[in-house]
Structures are given as C-alpha cells and as structure tokens.
Nanobody
Framework: QVYLVESGGGLGQAGGSLGLSCAASGSIFRLGSMGWYRQAPGKEHELVAQFSMGSTNYGESVKGRFTISVDNVEKTGYLQMNDLKPEDTAVYYC???????????????WGQGTQVTVSS
C-alpha cells in the first residue's frame, strides 16, 4: 500500500507565505516524480507545479511565487508558496509517480488534499 499525505494548509494572508508538505509512505521502491495541483470552487483542476528528473515546471499563475522541491531520501515533496494572493485559495492535491517494492511499473497516486485559504 502507498499513501500520500498533505500537510501545511490553512489560513494565509495576501502577500504572506505558506508551506505545504507531501509525505509518501508505504512499499515504495523509487519516487519518480511529484506534482501539486489545485482546484478552487467552480474552477477547473489546474497544475501548480511539478518536479521530475531534477527539472521543474509551474503553472503560469504561480511562476515566480511558488517553489516545488522533492527529498527523495525522505520521500517527501514540498511546495513553498510566497506572495500569496486571494486567488490562490483552493484545495491543493499532491500526486506522485512511483514504483513499489512489488512492481517496477510506475503508477500515479494522489493525496486527499489540503485546504489553502488566502484572505485579502
């Protein structure tokens, strides 16, 4: 079994910062990539950031403000959110592509999400 658990969500203020963590646990052999996505009420699911093979990509709306990083030893991903804006309010979901001890075939897993609310 593999689990992804997000933490660090909560209330923030415009111009402030929040940091999210995504801890992967279970029968993991290798963590291949990790990403963050978000969905605000009434809006489409969107890419926030992704990290794969040492490279990063960001959604246009968060470029220059958010930073993704991954610790492969601890099997934990992070999203540092700076210069928060009210429009960053959403549920943030972590996902990871990984292989397990039982299979070398990569699979994608999702966390349950964490709420981020930014006040004006």
């Amino acid at each position: 079994q593999v689990y992804l658990v997000e933490s660090g969500g909560g209330l923030g203020q415009a111009g402030g910062s929040l940091g999210l963590s995504c801890a992967a646990s279970g029968s993991i052999f290798r963590l291949g990539s990790m990403g963050w996505y978000r969905q605000a009420p009434g809006k489409e699911h969107e890419l926030v950031a992704q990290f794969s093979m040492g490279s990063t990509n960001y959604g246009e709306s968060v470029k220059g403000r958010f930073t993704i990083s991954v610790d492969n030893v601890e099997k934990t991903g992070y999203l540092q959110m700076n210069d928060l804006k009210p429009e960053d309010t959403a549920v943030y979901y972590c996902n990871a592509e990984l292989t397990t001890l039982e299979s070398e075939i990569p699979r994608t897993y999702w966390g349950q999400g964490t709420q981020v609310t930014v006040s004006s």
